[in-house]
């Protein structure tokens, strides 16, 4: 249960640098990192959202990046003990707060 | 076993309507096999009113009560995102057109998700109808280190929950049983919170309670996994074994499809031989037997690619294919679980098409089925073999590869990158409609299929292609003989013609030519003149609107070959009878090429029609794909002429 | 939010047994005083009486009131409450010596209930014997009897669940005698809790 605080030592690092800047949506979840969801992002379409929320991305519930597919989209997750995988742009809806590495 | 379900002494059920009961559950929750459980195999399929959605209702005999069971669309949420979705929700509310709000619920929930699935379970009891929690793979979860006491879980929720595990059986009795106590089931006496964060404490609390403790992670499917979804072993695997499936789906069913050949062609034999009438005998040995064969000589392939097909579903690898196409099908507007419905319409559009149930938005579902039929099936491998004989030098190389061999290659290229472009459209005409349904899939743990579950599957797939393909497929060919020997000719009229009657391939010849469906051929040859077909071919394409195959039959027969189902060298001389290219060969490059991309993009085979009217419930699509392919695959084939005319072939 | 969630109550409808965490509220029995939500309930007629157990707020329902009409409200107020733990204030005049007397109920009631369906659903039957200091004794019968599988599972069962209703729990035994005559001699008491 770290804060991100110690992750944010780059600012910017957007680069191809190993310490990226804290991840702040699940789709800049490296595999093998953890996150709790804040919140999903209420400006995506509200199909999206529902969704997201019944398949397990409740604010406060622990995600952990598994892998990517071997085009680095989609990204498979472990939530609420089973697996899904989501594309980008729909990880991207759902905002993340602390990491843990 | 639960807890608070009471033994009520028992209505007497027989006097009453049969209640109805809904299945309800997210799409990997076992709640088929619970249905396939409670049913047996005496499940009826078919569509809502209006919807490509497929419907399942089948019946559960306990004693004397008799239940009628649902099995509705599987579902994540009750607040729907696709039109499936919406249908269970209208079913639950009594809105859904043609089927009635059922009397009561049977919720499935996997134990190993039970984290995910309690919200919607949370849902469906806010409805208020009586319901009955069904918690399946509970072996799995023990397996995995998990536990859940199921009569603390039923006591949290104030309904009855029963487990069972669906693959094994397990549990069906019980929850038989449980059936005919429906009346006074408990219900909640505060229906679960609708408020996201109230609920989340409501479901916490819940397994708090059942003392539940979710299931490790399962260590072989990691191991497995970080093999076969790795960027390089995983692609590689992937290859590797879509190869395999090919293969078998070829080598293995040949056999098997010669030996269902033999049989039908002795069958012919044995109705030429005794039966006296040339007329009945045509009938039962060319248009019946070899109907019936015409369909049979498929089902072999079929079954093993349905086979295949359930077998990769029930061990979890079509969902990591899925997992690792998708990206490549995303560019065509599609997902990954389409890649496979696509893949298998290489061999057959019919398990393809059928194949699309998987996919859970109804716009991709479309777009695929309107794509399916472009793939190369193998009913077009036997005109291919032909046409390309007549076109190409067997002998000709380009490289190190044979001329032959590339053209062939060429023409599955074009059906694959034209499926893949009439994907893309469907999809997108589609999409203008509201918004899409986001992209999500579950990856379920590997898990060794029950042997029973996989035949079951197999089966009703097999059999769905049976009943709906064969009464469609008879009935064509059927038509097509009489159309081909209608009218009747008396020996006295084929001497007047100067017709050698005991030379039965001239007869043939003669009746053909004078025969309804050379009228036809006629009629339709100022549509198929640009293209360079005559009478005779436009007859062949006319027969093969039936089924493909059956072009290079009815060629042999029209040109009067001495052997039908060999007719190169009878084609190869064949001359326009008349018309301004009258005495010109017929089969030149212009027209063999135009003759190939015509059968590249034709909907020439009734029983994918009749499938796409079973799966989309109406006849709108099959009239759709049948129209836009058809004038497609004319206007392809004029290009093609064109083009071979302007390279100078 | 803290996890709850409601049961009902065998035999009375008016009452509903809110499922909270161990640990989040002080003690078991009545109270003087609760937090303001769920104080505006009472006042307003909606609920009729709140107590405390180990591991549960009992909420009885004010006249003419039902469940499912009142739930989601009471739900919603007692989230609020629980989100306020200095505001449940025990009623510390009641004399806590009647603690066996409560224990003896509670166990009554989980022995009538599920625990006691799951003995007899598997031919077996469990009695309560006796009651004393926090001890409770219970007999098994049937095919229960000297089957030690059973006691375990039984003995887990009971005490779990007899815990959460009474913390005061200090042991559940099994006796192998026969059922004491005086076994039920709370019973004529009419415990009300």
Redesign the interface.
């Known amino acids: 249960m770290t804060a991100s605080g110690g992750v944010h030592e780059e600012a910017g690092g957007r680069g191809p640098t190993v310490m990226d800047a804290a991840p702040r949506s699940l789709a800049d979840l490296v595999p093998g990192a953890r996150a709790a969801v804040a919140r999903v992002a209420t400006d995506a379409a509200p199909a999206v959202v529902r969704r997201l929320h019944d398949l397990g991305f409740t604010p406060g519930a622990v995600v952990e990046a598994v892998r990517r597919a071997p085009l680095r989209d989609p990204v498979l997750y472990r939530v609420k003990d089973y697996e899904v995988c989501l594309r980008r742009a729909q990880a991207a809806c759902v905002h993340i707060v602390e990491v843990e590495r | 076993?639960s807890?608070?379900c009471h033994d009520t002494g028992g209505t007497d059920a027989t006097l009453i309507a049969a209640p109805r009961i809904a299945l309800v559950g997210a799409p990997n929750s076992g709640k088929t096999s619970v249905f396939n459980g409670l049913t047996g195999l005496r499940a009826k399929t078919g569509n809502y009113p209006g919807v490509t959605v497929s419907r399942f209702v089948g019946t559960s005999r306990t004693g004397s009560h008799r239940h009628v069971i649902e099995d509705l669309p599987g579902t994540?949420?009750l607040?729907p995102?696709s039109p499936d979705e919406r249908i269970t929700v209208d079913v639950l509310d009594g809105r859904q057109e043609g089927a009635d709000r059922p009397d009561a619920l049977l919720v499935v929930v996997d134990a190993?998700?039970?984290?995910?699935s309690l919200?919607?379970v949370a849902q469906v009891l806010a409805r208020g109808l009586p319901a009955c929690v069904v918690v399946t793979f509970t072996d799995e979860l023990a397996r995995r280190q998990g536990r859940l006491d199921i009569?603390?879980f039923a006591?949290?929720l104030?309904v009855p929950a029963l487990p069972v595990v669906g693959h094994r059986g397990l549990g069906i009795g019980q929850l038989r049983e449980q059936l005919t106590t429906w009346r006074t089931w408990?219900a909640?006496?505060?229906?679960p919170?609708t408020?996201?964060?109230?609920r989340?404490?409501?479901a916490?609390?819940?397994l708090?309670?059942a003392g539940y403790r979710?299931?490790e992670r399962h260590r072989v499917t990691q191991r497995v996994?970080a093999v076969l979804?790795h960027?390089?072993w995983?692609?590689a695997v992937f290859f590797a074994v879509m190869a395999v499936f090919f293969q078998t789906v070829f080598t293995v069913a040949a056999p098997l499809q010669d030996w269902v050949e033999a049989l039908f062609a002795w069958l012919s034999g044995l109705v030429d031989a005794h039966v006296g009438n040339p007329w009945v005998s045509g009938l039962l040995a060319d248009a019946l037997i070899a109907g019936v064969g015409g369909v049979l000589v498929f089902v072999p392939q079929i079954v093993l690619l349905f086979l295949l097909l359930a077998l990769l579903e029930g061990v979890g690898y079509l969902a990591r294919a899925a997992?690792?196409m998708?990206?490549?099908m995303?560019r065509f507007g599609l997902e990954?679980r389409a890649f496979v419905a696509l893949l298998s319409s290489f061999a057959c559009a019919i398990p393809g098409i059928m194949a699309t149930r998987t996919l859970p938005s109804a716009r991709d579902r479309l777009a695929t089925m309107m794509a399916a039929p472009l793939m190369t099936c193998s009913a077009r491998l036997p005109v291919y073999v032909l046409l390309i004989g007549l076109l190409v030098d067997p002998s000709a190389k380009l490289g190190p590869f044979g001329a032959q061999g590339l053209v062939m290659f060429g023409l599955y290229l074009l059906g694959a990158v034209s499926a893949m472009l009439a994907a893309w459209v469907f999809k997108k005409l589609g999409d203008r409609h509201g918004?899409a349904?986001?992209?999500?899939?579950?990856?379920p743990?590997y898990r060794l299929p029950a042997p029973r579950a996989v035949l079951v599957a197999m089966g009703s797939s097999a059999r769905t292609f049976l009943r709906k393909c064969s009464t469609v497929i008879v009935a064509t060919s059927v038509v097509l003989w009489l159309l081909l020997n209608l009218p009747l000719h008396s020996d006295a009229q084929l001497r007047a013609a100067g017709v050698d009657t005991t030379d039965s391939v001239a007869v043939s010849a003669y009746t053909v030519d004078h025969s309804y469906a050379a009228d036809l051929g006629r009629l339709v040859a100022p549509v198929f003149d640009p293209l360079g077909f005559d009478w005779r071919i436009n007859v062949g394409v006319l027969s093969a609107q039936a089924a493909r195959e059956t072009f290079v039959a009815t060629l042999g027969q029209v040109a009067a070959a001495e052997d039908p189902e060999k007719p190169e060298q009878a084609l190869r001389t064949m001359t326009y009878p008349d018309g301004p290219r009258a005495g010109e060969p017929v089969f030149t490059a212009p027209t063999i090429a135009a003759l190939l991309v015509y059968f590249v993009y034709a909907l020439q085979c009734m029983a994918t029609v009749a499938v796409l009217r079973r799966e989309t419930g109406t006849w709108r699509w099959p009239m759709t794909a049948f129209t836009y392919l058809t004038v497609l695959a004319w206007l392809m084939a004029y290009l093609a002429r064109t083009a071979t005319v302007l390279l100078g072939g | 939010m803290i996890p709850v969630h409601p049961q009902q109550v065998p035999g009375r409808p008016d009452r509903l047994r809110w499922i909270v965490p161990a640990g989040t509220l002080p003690g078991a029995g009545p109270l003087a005083g609760v937090p303001a939500p769920l104080a505006a309930l009472l006042a307003d007629g909606t609920l009729g009486q709140i107590t405390l157990e180990g591991e549960a707020v009992v909420t009885r329902l004010g006249a003419d009131r039902t469940w499912p009409r009142e739930g989601a409200r009471v739900r919603t107020a007692l989230h609020a409450a629980l989100g306020d733990p200095e505001g449940w204030i025990r009623d510390t005049g009641t004399a806590p010596c009647d603690d066996d007397a409560q224990l003896y109920a509670a166990a009554q009631e989980v022995l009538a209930g599920e625990v006691g369906d799951f003995a007899r659903s598997h031919g077996g039957s469990i009695d309560l014997v006796d009651v004393h200091e926090g001890i409770v004794t219970v007999r098994l019968g049937g095919t229960c009897h000297g089957c030690p599988a059973s006691w375990f599972t039984l003995h887990q069962r009971l005490e779990r669940r007899l815990r959460r209703l009474h913390p005061g729990l200090r042991e559940v035994r099994n006796t192998g005698g026969p059922v004491s005559r005086f076994g039920r001699r709370y019973d004529a008491r009419g415990v009300s809790s």
Not at chain 2, 195 to 198: K, M, S, T, Y
Not at chain 2, 437 to 443: W, Y
Request: no cysteine; aromatic share 12%.
């Open positions: 076993m807890a608070g994540y949420s607040e995102v190993t998700t039970l984290r995910r919200g919607f009569d603390a006591q949290a104030g408990p909640p006496a505060v229906a919170p408020d996201p964060d109230e989340e404490a409501w916490e609390s819940i708090a309670f979710p299931p996994d979804l960027p390089v995983g692609t997992f690792l998708d990206r490549v995303a990954g918004q349904v986001p992209f999500f899939m579950e990856m743990p």
